[in-house]
């Protein structure tokens, strides 16, 4: 009898095995598989064929049924899912399974279905221009529907009475749609609509030969500033592996996604686009699965998991704002790096990827300066731009209203006069961060955090940011019973008040999670500060990232400073890169665009050296910085997380894993190891539950790598009331 092994979709680091019935043909390794589990069904993926098994053989039990008689995978994309599992110490099923589109994870048809589709016959158009159809109104609006374009069956906006009602009448007929047989790179004679594309300047042409000169794989880091031309660079070189017959898949951050960005891929290329946003519905995610896989997408444009999307054949991965954090899976099941994957992956598949930033990741900067990335550099403004001044506020001993200086708002005034846009950063929502009692100083805060809650004034509530849980704002202090509460800090909510009394004849737009929480809202804002209809913007990191206002010509940091006091080793890079991605907002458009920030530490070095000498020497000193402190990149660090109802609980699993780990370091002798911890988490309680964490670091990645595994082999932690967790190459410490 055949042994399978199979991977199933449980937080468990083991693989399961089965027996092939008899006389069943051997299936490819990733074909899916339904096999008994318990007492129930589960899927599975085929991963192996062992000789032998642990179990016992009169244990082993048959597999059910085989779903797919080819590899959902293609070979490259095993092997990467593969390799992943285990750097990132992952269980295979997880892994493999996040990979699919929902509706293949429950066992669904891989294979195209073909679509059946309403079509208007001779007796409708008759109908329709008889004049017939005046009392009813809903056939007439799907026969006149039906008049631009066919509908398809079962998805459309018309309810299924009004097509039988049509049927009925032999107005509509259903017919099966003939799929799409001759992919793109067939039949397209022109790919790129004409009179899109630019002529390159000196160094983006430079930059664009290189890249085309060179075959098979490279990984290619692409700094340039912001508005130099990189997704020109991007565009033009996507052309050209079109012209190759092969696609293009492109990872954008989460905020990236925007439909400016789309639609300018879309304005370019007479090709098929596809895009995976977090708006997509199962069905809707599968096709595109299915159309890159056939070979019927030319490009798909997508946030982290899109890079698992399969393709026919693939000829280049671009990934626009390489140092987002976002391309690191952060919570959840198996946390894995997009940007790092895809280097393995083009690697594997002998493609390019292009890594552009206009602030570059400290990690890529040193890969490029150890010969693992190429650089290329854009150090001018393309097309219009124009050169940005800077300009520091030292806010100490100064008169500040509600958090902004005289000479901002005076400056706002004079930007506004001359009737252009002013941006205002600030990375806080709410009406403010604190209600505090002014009697006693009892602050109000989350009894499931132990936070403070943030005060939404037009809604009268107190919002916990971490949990979301919300509360009536309270009439008393809760300790010394006084009526006398008032707020401390500024949040957007807040900022948007005093600047609409301030400057009443001005629209303002906020943009921050709370006022784009509804679908379209976003759009709705954008399209009102495009249309020149507000001409202050406020906003978070939303507003911050990827979108082009002509208008702005002002652009103000308001309040960052506790980011140069925070104990995370990444938050001044973090800090240069959202400076300089914020300042790029502004004189976009041929206008001179000045930009200010307020501080209480205008001499604090980090600022001075990025206002004097920008990101690029930061990025040196700071780099210089970690390798003196031994720090990431110099270092591999992996880090454990523990949460528990009971306080105590995740602390002491943790400390058994810190004894397991030092007791490994004195066994085997591994210098350079560092145990840190346990410590509390930065968030010490959500929703209830104590939040610890252990710190590992070593100068190799392969050694920590090695020690994970063992650990993951010889270690059980024996605590049940413990949720636990790991992240190699952790962001968030
Ligand atoms: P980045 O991606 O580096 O921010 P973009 O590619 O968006 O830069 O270009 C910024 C602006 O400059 C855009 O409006 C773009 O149309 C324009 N631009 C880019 N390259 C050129 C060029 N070679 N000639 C004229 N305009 C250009
Ligand atoms: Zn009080
Ligand atoms: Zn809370």
């Known amino acids: 009898m055949q042994l399978v092994r199979v991977a199933l979709a449980l937080p468990l680091m083991r693989l399961f095995d089965y027996l092939l019935p008899a006389g069943q043909r051997r299936p490819p390794l990733g074909a899916r598989v339904r096999v008994p589990f318990g007492r129930q069904q589960k899927i599975g993926i085929l991963v192996d064929f062992p000789a032998v098994s642990e179990v016992e053989p009169s244990q082993l039990k048959q597999l059910s049924v085989v779903l797919d008689q080819q590899s959902l995978f293609a070979t490259e994309m095993w092997h990467m899912l593969n390799w992943a599992a285990g750097y990132y110490q992952a269980p295979l099923g997880e892994v493999l399974f996040s990979a699919l589109p929902s509706r293949l994870r429950r066992g669904e048809s891989a294979a195209e279905q073909t679509k059946i589709l309403w079509k208007i016959t001779a007796l409708g158009r008759q109908a329709l221009s008889g004049g017939e159809l005046s009392r009813m109104k809903k056939q007439q609006e799907a026969l006149q529907a039906l008049c631009q374009a066919p509908l398809e069956k079962g998805n459309n906006t018309f309810a299924t009475s009004i097509w039988a009602k049509l049927k009925s009448k032999d107005w509509v007929q259903e017919v099966i749609e003939e799929a799409d047989i001759i992919p793109w790179h067939q039949s397209a004679a022109n790919i790129v609509n004409p009179g899109e594309r630019l002529s390159l300047n000196k160094q983006q042409a430079l930059a664009l030969s290189q890249l085309i000169f060179h075959q098979g794989f490279a990984a290619w880091l692409l700094e340039g500033v912001t508005g130099s031309g990189k997704t020109e660079i991007y565009l033009q070189l996507i052309e050209e592996t079109l012209k190759k017959g092969c696609q293009v898949l492109v990872l954008v951050p989460e905020i990236g996604l925007t439909p400016q960005t789309l639609q300018r891929f879309r304005a370019r290329f007479s090709l098929p686009v596809d895009a995976l946003h977090s708006e997509l519905n199962d069905t809707q995610r599968l096709q595109v699965w299915q159309r890159a896989r056939s070979g019927q997408s030319a490009i798909v444009i997508g946030t982290r998991s899109a890079l698992f999307t399969p393709f026919e054949r693939l000829g280049l991965i671009v990934i626009d704002e390489e140092h987002d954090p976002s391309f690191k899976q952060q919570e959840g099941g198996w946390r894995y790096h997009a940007r790092d994957l895809a280097v393995l992956y083009a690697k594997q598949q002998n493609i390019p990827v292009l890594m552009g930033s206009a602030t570059p990741s400290l990690e890529s900067l040193h890969n490029v300066a150890r010969g693992k990335y190429r650089h290329l550099v854009l150090s001018q ?353």
Not at 450 to 456: A, G, H, M, N
Request: hydrophobic share 35%.
């Open 381 to 733: 403004r393309a097309g219009s731009g124009s050169r940005l001044s800077h300009q520091l506020i030292d806010l100490k001993g100064r008169l500040v209203h509600k958090g902004l200086s005289e000479t901002l708002l005076r400056k706002m005034g004079e930007h506004l006069e001359k009737g252009n846009q002013v941006l205002l950063f600030l990375n806080r929502r709410g009406f403010a961060p604190v209600l505090l009692c002014h009697e006693c100083g009892w602050m109000a805060s989350c009894p499931h955090c132990d936070k403070t809650y943030t005060y939404y004034h037009h809604q009268r509530i107190l919002r916990c940011h971490h949990c979301g849980g919300q509360h009536r704002v309270p009439m008393q202090c809760r300790d010394c019973g006084s009526t006398h509460l008032i707020t401390t800090g500024l949040g957007t909510e807040q900022l948007e008040e005093m600047l609409s009394s301030r400057f009443p004849q001005f629209g303002i737009t906020r943009i921050d999670r709370d006022t784009t929480a509804r679908k379209g809202h976003l759009e709705q804002h954008l399209s009102d500060i495009r249309q020149g209809k507000s001409r202050i913007l406020i906003g978070t990191q939303m507003l911050a990232k990827g979108h082009h206002f002509p208008d702005v010509t002002l652009v103000a940091l308001v309040n960052v400073d506790s980011a140069l006091f925070s104990l995370d080793f990444r938050a001044e890079e973090r800090l240069a890169q959202l400076y300089v991605q914020v300042a790029g907002r502004a004189g976009r458009a041929g206008k001179p665009g000045e930009v200010i920030l307020q501080t209480h530490y205008p001499e604090h070095p980090l600022l001075q050296l990025l206002l004097q000498q920008g990101y690029p020497a930061f990025a040196r000193q700071a780099l210089l910085q970690r390798q003196s402190m031994g720090l990431p990149p110099f270092s591999a660090q992996a880090l454990f997380h523990a949460r528990s109802r009971n306080e105590a609980d995740g602390e002491k699993m943790l400390q058994q894993l810190a004894d397991y780990f030092l007791q490994s370091k004195r066994e085997k002798n591994i210098s350079g190891l560092e145990v840190l911890g346990p410590m509390p988490a930065p968030l010490a309680k959500k929703s209830d539950q104590f939040r610890w964490q252990l710190l590992l670091q070593h100068p190799s990645k392969g050694v920590l790598q090695h020690l994970l595994t063992d650990f993951q082999s010889h270690f059980e932690p024996k605590f049940s009331s413990v949720r636990w967790s790991l992240d190699v190459d952790p962001l968030d410490l």
